[in-house]
């Protein structure tokens, strides 16, 4: 089987976020024992399998994600890379539709080379600051949010850009204060660089201490700094030693998340399930 490494939301290789992804020529998934072992053979921050699904019906391929320790319910990186090996490899073109956890997401390639995912807005309830957050970040955060069920974060706003790029996180803390992980966020020092705001992402709950760029956070990210800002069109840099840019478009209960993607490596998986 083919099995391909993808650095997804960026235009250039060792940036981004690097995903494992291997398409299924069967009309089903194999035990999820191996898929786990995969995945923590690949040992990315996730990996994703997807199979065809019949024609006619409201999707095109099942998708499951996989970090090195345990399956996730929505990745944006992820699913940026499928949707970027579908295209180059000619398995798809035009608009595609992924069955997964939280229902079925649209991936489409634009003329410009970016593809574009259709996610569901998280929902924002305002918290008191939880205890143990500002030891664990090192940090006083400004406000604390807790995200939808299909992302399961901590939202906590800091103070500025260069307290998010500072940040040297207790891992081991932070990992029992939310069901998935912490994002922080603040706002650009300087618009003017091409992005609105700073973002990073601690997952060490789900066996990954700081991920490169979190698509599925930018459904938090988006209605919590368009809210602030008045725009509904923002473009996230995440600030992780690979960094990435991710384009949100709010649109209700939906949110686009735009980027691109770049294959690094193609190779053969030597063992089937």
């Known amino acids: 089987m083919r099995i391909r490494i993808v650095d997804a939301f960026t235009d250039r290789p060792f940036a981004g976020n690097p995903a494992g992804v291997l398409l ?12 786990q072992q995969v995945a923590t053979e690949v040992n990315l921050s996730e990996t994703a399998f997807a199979h065809p699904l019949p024609p006619g ?27 970027h090996v579908l295209h180059s490899t000619g398995r798809a073109s035009g608009p595609l539709r992924f069955a997964a ?40 955060p400004v406000s604390v949010h807790d995200t939808s069920e299909h992302i399961g974060d901590l939202l906590v706003e800091l103070a500025d850009e260069r307290t998010v790029r500072g940040l040297a996180p207790d891992f081991a803390s932070l990992a029992v204060l939310s069901r ?8 650009a020092e300087d618009p003017g660089r091409g992005y609105d705001f700073v973002s ?16 599925s956070a930018h459904t938090a990210l988006a209605p919590f700094w368009s809210a602030r800002l008045g725009r509904t069109e923002l473009t996230g840099l995440q600030v992780s030693a690979r960094t990435g840019l991710v384009r949100t478009s709010l649109r209700g209960e939906r949110t686009l998340l735009t980027g691109r993607a770049v294959t690094v490596i193609d190779g053969e998986l030597l063992t089937s399930p």
């Open 57 to 83: 019906g409201e999707a095109d391929w099942a998708l499951r994600w996989f970090t090195p320790a345990t399956e996730v319910d929505l990745c944006g990186h992820a699913t940026l890379a499928t949707a």
């Open 180 to 187: 998935r992980g912490i994002i922080v966020t603040a706002a």
């Open 200 to 215: 990073r992402g601690f997952f060490p709950g789900v066996g990954i201490d700081e991920d490169p760029v979190t698509g």
């Open 24 to 35: 299924l020529d069967t009309g089903g998934f194999p035990d999820a024992t191996w898929l």
């Open 101 to 140: 956890r939280p229902g079925i997401l649209g991936a489409t390639a634009r003329e410009d080379g970016t593809l574009t995912l259709d996610f569901p807005t998280s929902t924002l309830t305002p918290l008191t600051i939880p205890d143990g957050v500002p030891a664990a970040l090192g940090a006083d």
